[in-house]
């Protein structure tokens, strides 16, 4: 196979000395996306959903049918296309397709709606938006329907019932040949937490993410007995590759997916498909602590459990080993790149309080006060960071990096930690405007920007209060003009914008004014504060 090659506008690249460094010193590699799955055993199994099983074999086969079946709908490589599927073998099949033919996928979450969707198409220049038919009671159909007439994307792709669309059945096609992508080029899109309005779009490159996975399967001891069970949305970067879908096929385990986190659909998954390993948010995790007392099944051959997405207070986390009789892993990382792991050997009391220290010997972190200054060990700063599978910037936001980079190339992450004398580190908070909701993440600009659109609100602020569940939720204070619209009547105003509903309030307080800081801005400390 020949190689595509060619820069991306809109993305910018490792410096050449950094880019030579990681290359000598073995951190970058050739190996593509598409390769990860044909390490495995092709007579093993590849992926659980549902009754579907398949092995390596198969999944491989259908993968490159399903290339071939994009390329004759004219999707080409460098070109992107935005995903949104749940849970299922088609979300596998079709992120393989993509990745191997060089066409990047854009992640989308299944809980995305019109606004987040018809942006990321314009934003990404999408050629195709693939979609299942009806998920969770929603027809994406629909949403679709809007999307297209908002960008004119020109391919819309649905598993299921494509009604008008073109279905992704259609797209099984006898494999052809096709040319390898650049490792250098970009592989696939995230999406970022969004703290600034809509979500940013991180531009992963084969060769940086391919190194996330190897590694984080090497630190999470994955092999070729891991049967790993999916709970999360594996659009999701965790879930996808730390080590996730994508570390269990490059050490030829087994990936079973698991429509929800939901104790009455992953307990028994676990005892039939004896999962030995399983990546969560902290709600779930508590769910799961309070269910293993009642809960009937056997879940003995669980080893593993990471948390990440958000803390997991101390307390719980001790709880973790005793009550489901598996290791405890925390996760603290970012889908631009830095991720720490505690190891599967620190000491318990390591485990409990700290989120993890960096993955890679290669990744730069520094920790500074609000001038840039390095803070002292031990002190709580704001946490900077490049490596060998931090992005250099976003795609096609240059305001915005020059405000999330230093001239140097870290990543301003907007995390507070504090480094222990192990080099673990210890979240504090955020600095950034965002509400971490049980590892959604919500940003409170972009939720205020909705809310000002309703004919009753004047102003808007939006905090995210304590809460011992979801870590945090949402609470807009609001202004108002005349009657002040109840919280259903601002979900379903919300709900009719396309707004995803996890970013919906979970509370609403109307107000007069709202407190100021001495430079006039809004004081969400002193609002947060009146919560009590």
């Not at 590699?29 to 390596?56: C, I, K, M, Q, W």
């Not at 809960?295 to 307390?315: F, I, P, R």
Request: charged share 25%.
């Amino acid at each position: 196979m020949e190689t595509l090659t060619g820069p991306l506008a809109g993305f910018t690249p490792w410096p050449d000395d950094l880019a030579e460094r990681y290359i000598a010193e073995g951190y970058w590699g050739d190996t593509v996306l598409g390769d990860v799955l044909r390490g495995g055993d092709p007579r093993a199994t590849a992926l659980v959903a549902g009754d579907e099983r398949l092995t390596y074999a198969e999944l491989d086969r259908r993968a490159d049918r399903a290339a071939a079946g994009f390329l004759r709908l004219g999707v080409r490589g460098g070109d992107r296309v935005v995903v949104q599927l749940p849970n299922t073998v088609a979300f596998a099949v079709v992120f393989l397709a993509l990745v191997r033919i060089g066409a990047a996928p854009v992640l989308a979450l299944p809980a995305h709606r019109r606004s987040e969707i018809s942006y990321l198409c314009e934003l990404a220049e999408a050629v195709a938006y693939v979609v299942p038919d009806v998920h969770g009671g929603f027809d994406y159909r629909e949403l679709a329907r809007e999307v297209v007439a908002a960008t004119g994307v020109p391919h819309v792709v649905v598993d299921g019932d494509a009604a008008e669309f073109t279905p992704l059945a259609s797209l099984d096609a006898e494999p052809v040949p096709y040319e390898r992508p650049d490792p250098a080029s970009v592989g696939v899109f995230l999406l970022s937490g969004g703290t600034t309005g809509l979500p940013k779009l991180i531009p992963r490159t084969h060769r940086d993410y391919v190194y996330n996975v190897e590694a984080s399967a090497d630190v999470c001891g994955f092999t070729d007995r891991t049967v790993y069970l999916v709970v999360l949305p594996v659009a999701h970067n965790f879930a996808l590759a730390c080590p996730g879908v994508l570390g269990v096929w490059a050490r030829g385990g087994t990936v079973v997916l698991a429509p929800s986190g939901s104790p009455d659909e992953a307990f028994p998954l676990i005892e039939r498909e004896r999962v030995t390993a399983c990546a969560v948010v902290p709600p779930i995790a508590l769910l799961w602590l309070d269910a293993a007392s009642w809960s009937g099944e056997d879940l003995s051959s669980l080893e593993l459990l990471q948390v990440g997405g958000a803390k997991l207070a101390a307390e719980r986390a001790a709880q973790v080993p005793g009550t489901l009789g598996c290791k405890l892993q925390q996760v603290f990382g970012m889908a631009e790149g830095l991720l720490n792991y505690t190891r599967l050997d620190d000491p318990a009391e390591l485990v409990e309080i700290s989120q993890g220290r960096p993955l890679s010997p290669a990744d730069e972190i520094r920790v500074v006060d609000s001038e840039g200054r390095d803070v002292p060990p031990g002190e709580v700063g704001e946490l900077l960071t490049r490596g060998p599978y931090t992005l250099r910037g976003y795609y096609r936001a240059p305001e915005h990096n020059a405000r999330s980079f230093t001239p140097d190339g870290f990543y301003r992450t907007g995390d507070l930690v504090r480094v222990l004398p192990s080099g673990h580190l210890v979240v504090e908070g955020r600095e950034k405007d965002q509400i971490n909701r049980g590892g959604d993440k919500v940003s409170a600009e972009e939720l205020e920007g909705h809310l000002l659109a309703h004919p009753a609100v004047h102003d808007a602020a939006v905090v995210g209060v304590p809460d011992p569940v979801m870590g945090e939720r949402t609470c807009a204070f609001l202004i108002v003009r005349g009657e002040a619209p109840t919280l259903r009547e601002i979900k379903e105003f919300l709900k009719e914008r396309g707004v995803a509903a996890y970013k919906f309030p979970d509370r609403i307080e109307v107000t007069d004014a709202f407190p100021r800081t001495p430079v006039g801005k809004v004081s969400k400390r002193t609002l947060l504060a009146r919560l009590g």
